[in-house]
Structures are given as structure tokens and as C-alpha cells.
């Protein structure tokens, strides 16, 4: 994949002033869906502003697919933005809204017409097109910022906080539209407080603390980097008090608590391949019951945790 | 292989054309916000105070001696459109419209859908100001055209009739909106400019203000480095100089209209250049 495929960040840097926005950030982000975790002030908005072009580095370069925000008439073509911002240009209907900003794109009547329609019937706004925006609930406006945002087809799609104020009908039906293009091939980049939602639908993470990208990639393998952290693996058998005896003839057990109801057990430890290939031999020689084995911190929010922690901030 | 001539024609009209397209496709977009809003209450009472002034002048029951003879009536509206109009309603009418055309979107948080739109920032600058132009036409080339029509009309529709079809009344009317279009295209590009330029424009347009206002007090030189020197050199009744004026020859229609536009294109290129390097920046994480 070259980097005409991706968004490259190189050695970029922001300051306000003297006021760190992010600082030496590399990224090569290729397409599928890329969560950007962090708390508040962690400097995500800032990167996702530069990513458009919308704030200029103040060291390093930004290219987007290969262009840069000198080639606006390219990059934007490509390029659709959902801001954190609930505003509107005043007076508009949610349909003026879009088509305008079509024919500003540069598209025909008929065509922006069209686009915009469906761009609304995407977020399932049709009903409410030629009403003024200032009047939609606050779910109908972040449903009409992204309409706008994927109604000229972008390769790009760039969302900061898009769940907010989605209730979960429309959160489910946001979601299934964003894996639908990142299926298509688009990359979505997607800034989010909400954890849960962007384990189950981020293909890799960029978790930003203080300005620094202090992680980045698939969750799972993010996870197993973390070598100070031991995994904790939790086990549903009929007999764990012999996987825990087992497992402390092993080096890499650091710790296992039985479950108060005998039926499992939860294992920390350091070397988690190794943890499977020794329950798989007791399964064997034992005749081990297994209902069920999962790692119980191998999700964004405990990776979130061990990186950022609470002393981050508020999420 | 070349590239011929023609297609470099063919290419260059192509893009013309498509920026064309999307200068229209900005100032549909502005027009509403020009004309409808609160924000523009001042900029009607700016427009509409001269002719509230000349209706209340053209219905209160004058008699001959108070209303004057219709040469005098001709010059009750120079004072009023080089007074008045121009150094007052089009000025702070302009600044209203034109310093807020990138101001006020930073101001609602709503700059970023035009930037994150695949428009050069240029054609931008250029469909904004194409569209504050047409709202401040409107407003004060209108105002203008009816304060004209308002200072005849005690004289009866017989003389009204005579003036605009026989006499010099057309060729004043014309003289007068064009007059006030070129300051609004003037005024606009200097105030699209302090907008982009300055944080707080109140400061920049209050020394333009005393800049324009003691001009006729200044060297002859110095009275030419002025927008309302060109204007009041276009207008066709000249007012009279008052005490401590210094006479400046006015300057002629066919160097001011030219040296007009050129200036304004080259404030509309410092424009572009300042909206270039805009960074939006109206909220963090």
C-alpha cells in the first residue's frame, strides 16, 4: 500500500502559541475504521484539524491520499468532515443546506439535487429536509452534519464525536453506515468518548494523551505490547483450582483468582500464548470442562486505562 | 506529445468556467444571509435615515420660499449624498456588510463548510465579496436613487417629467448610483480587508473615518490617497468649499473609474492572501 492510499502524518506538530495542540505525531493511517481515544484537551481535535486542513502544522507535513491542502480542489473532492460543532448557517432548510454546499463543490442542479436527497435518505432525514435546520432535535442536526459530510461520496470521511446526541436506534443505523464504506474501501477516521462503540467498530485505535499519540494500531495488538501490564484472561471450567495450580508451575502467571462460584477462574499474566497452549494440555491430560475463555482486558477501555488512565481526565 | 495552444485555452476556460460556477454557487448561499437577519437592522437604518429625511422634506407642507428653486434642490442633494450618504450611510453600511463576510462565520463556528469545500480560497474571497457588493448595491444605490427622486417630487410631476426626460435629472440619477456603487465596491474591498486583517475592525475603520473626513483640509497629494477624493470627483454638482479647505482639482472619471477597480483588485488579491493562510480555530478538544 503506498502512501496515495493513506493519510500521512509526518513529524507534525501544532502549537498555539506556546500552548502544545499536538506534538511530533507519525501517522500512516490506511483505510477501514481508525478510532481517535483520548480525554478532553488530549489534543484530538487538533489532530483531526490538521488531518483537514483546517489548521496548518506548525512543524512536519499532512497529506491526504497523496494531496495536500494546496490542491484543495483535490483534497476536498475526497474529503468530508463531521465537526464537534452543532452550527448551522442561519435560515437554511437541512436540504438547502446540502445542495448548497453541492453546487459550491461545484456539481450541476440535478445532480446536487439528487446527492443531496441521497445523502439524506442515508441518515434517514427525508421527512425533514425542507425544514429549517435551527428547528431539528439535536440527533436530526448531527444527523444533517453527516449527511453533508458523505453527500458528495468522499474517500475520506473525518468525524469528530459523531454519536453524540444519537439515540441508540440512530446510533446502531450511524454505525452500520460507517462500517458499510469503510467496507467500501473509504477511510473513517473517528474521534469518540464512547469506548464500548469504538471497540466494536474500529479496526485500530490512536489513543492521544497530552498532545502525544501514545499508541496506535489494532486494539489486540496495542494490548500485547503492553508487556507491563500482564493479560488477564478470564476461564469458565469445571475445575479451576487445577488450571490455577497449573498455572503457578509457569513463570508467566502473576496472579489467578478463583471465582467465589468454583465454576472459573481469572489469570493475570505476562505471556498470554503460552497461558493457551497450557490450557490446551490440561484440557487433554485432565479431561478439563472449558465453557468459555476471553481475555478481560484486551478492549480499548482497558487499554485506555493502563496508557491514559484516570489521571488523564474525564473521557 | 504537446499540448497545443487550444488546449491550453480550452483548459484555462474550463477552470474559469468552474470557478464561475462556484462563485454563483457562494453568493447563493450568502444572499439570504445579506439581506435577512438581525444583525442587518443597522445597515437598513443606515440605508433607509437619508430617505426618511427627504420623504418627511417631500410631504411637510413648505412653502416656495422654504423649499427653494429646483438648482437649489439640486444642490440640497449633493450635501446630502456627499455628506450624508457617502461619508456616513455607505461608509459604516459597508463596514457592517464587509468586515463581517469572514468575521461572522468564525463568530456562528460555521467557517469550516466553505473551507472544507474543494474551492480555492481565492474564489472564495471573490464569491464573498461579489455577494456583499450586491447586498450594499442594493441598499445604497436604491437609497440613493430614491433620495434623488424624493428631493424633486414637492416640485410637482409636471417638472419631475421635464428634468428626467428633457433635462439633466437621467444623466444625474445615473451619475449618483454609479457614484455610490463605486463606493461601495471601494469601501467593501477596504473593510473585506480590515475584517480579515484586524480582530476588533472598530479601530482601523474609526481612523479611516478621520482619515476621509479631514481630507479636505490636507495637502492636495495627500487628499488624493483617499476613496471619497475619486467619489466626490464623479459627482456631477460639485459642493462648495468650505473656509479652510485646500482646493484640489477632482480627478478625472476616466483615471478614477480605472485606478478605482485596479486598487480594489489589488485589496481583493491582500484579501485572498490573508484568507489563504486562515487557520479555523474556534474551538479545541
Known sequence: MTDEDRIVLDNVSKFYGEVLGVNRVCLSIPPGITSLVGPNGAGKTTLLNLICGLLQPTKGSVRVLGLTVDDPDLMYSKLGYCSQFDAFPKGLTGLELIYGYLRVYGYGDQEAQKMAWSALETVNLTDAANRKVQAYSKGMRQRVKLAQAISHRPQILILDEPLNGLDPMARAEVIALFQKLAADGAHVLISSHILHEVDMISDRVILINNGYVVAEGNIHGVRDEMEEHPMQIMVRCDRPAAVAAKAFEQDHAVEVKVHEDGQGLMIRTRNADQFYLMLNRIVLDCNLTVEAVSPADDDVYSVYQYLIGTDGGRL | ?285
Open chain 2, 1 to 285: 506529445m504537446t499540448t497545443s495552444f487550444s488546449d491550453h485555452v480550452n483548459h484555462a476556460w474550463s477552470l474559469l468556467s468552474f470557478w464561475l460556477k462556484q462563485v454563483l454557487a457562494i453568493m447563493r448561499l450568502e444572499t439570504k444571509k445579506s439581506f435577512v437577519g438581525r444583525r442587518l437592522i443597522a445597515v437598513y437604518f443606515l440605508a433607509l435615515a437619508p430617505v426618511a429625511l427627504l420623504v418627511i422634506r417631500a410631504v411637510a407642507p413648505l412653502d416656495p420660499h422654504e423649499l427653494g428653486t429646483p438648482g437649489e434642490a439640486g444642490m440640497v442633494f449633493a450635501v446630502v449624498f456627499q455628506t450624508f450618504v457617502l461619508r456616513f450611510s455607505i461608509f459604516f453600511g459597508c463596514m457592517s456588510i464587509f468586515t463581517n463576510l469572514f468575521r461572522r462565520e468564525v463568530m456562528e463556528r460555521t467557517l469550516h463548510f466553505y473551507l472544507l469545500s474543494p474551492v480555492k480560497r481565492e474564489v472564495l474571497v471573490v464569491g464573498k465579496y461579489f455577494s456583499g457588493l450586491i447586498a450594499s448595491i442594493t441598499f445604497f444605490v436604491g437609497s440613493t436613487i430614491a433620495c434623488l427622486l424624493l428631493v424633486y417630487l414637492p416640485y410637482g410631476g409636471k417638472y419631475m417629467e421635464e428634468f428626467f426626460m428633457e433635462g439633466a435629472g437621467t444623466e444625474h440619477l445615473v451619475t449618483y448610483a454609479s457614484v455610490a456603487a463605486m463606493a461601495c465596491i471601494g469601501y467593501g474591498a477596504v473593510f473585506l480587508l480590515v475584517g480579515l486583517y484586524f480582530r476588533n475592525p472598530i479601530v482601523p475603520a474609526g481612523l479611516l473615518l478621520g482619515w476621509e473626513t479631514i481630507n479636505f483640509l490636507l495637502p492636495s497629494f495627500l487628499q488624493k490617497i483617499s476613496v471619497v477624493h475619486y467619489l466626490q470627483s464623479m459627482c456631477p454638482v460639485p459642493l462648495p468649499p468650505g473656509p479652510l479647505a485646500i482646493i484640489t482639482e477632482p480627478t478625472s472619471a476616466w483615471v478614477s473609474v480605472p485606478g478605482f477597480i485596479g486598487l480594489t483588485i489589488l485589496v481583493i488579491l491582500a484579501s485572498a492572501m490573508q484568507v489563504r493562510r486562515l487557520e479555523v480555530t474556534y474551538g479545541t478538544d
